[in-house]
């Protein structure tokens, strides 16, 4: 089974092996179909701290780690 995969900013780099990515996307407004910017933050697991602050990742779903990980950094594009 292949796992969701999400490509995201880092925003925050402050907590050990963790990360806060932000993803942001587009919805469309049903009445008059114009387009608008929907982001949502998730704190993904970064084992050797290597992502900082403005890096542009891809992150992957996995099994819960904590209360609010679920996600680990595959990459940096």
Avoid at 20 to 25: G, H, K, L, Q, S
Avoid at 28 to 46: E, M
């Amino acid at each position: 089974m292949s796992r969701r995969q999400l490509t995201g900013i880092v925003v925050s780099d402050k907590m050990q092996k963790t990360i806060v990515v932000e993803v942001e996307r587009q919805k469309i407004y049903p009445k008059y179909q114009a387009r608008f910017r929907v982001s949502k933050k998730y704190k993904a697991h970064d084992e050797k701290s290597e992502y900082k602050t403005g890096d542009r990742v891809v992150i992957e779903e996995m099994k819960p780690m904590s209360k609010d990980k679920r996600w680990r950094t595959i990459k940096k594009v």
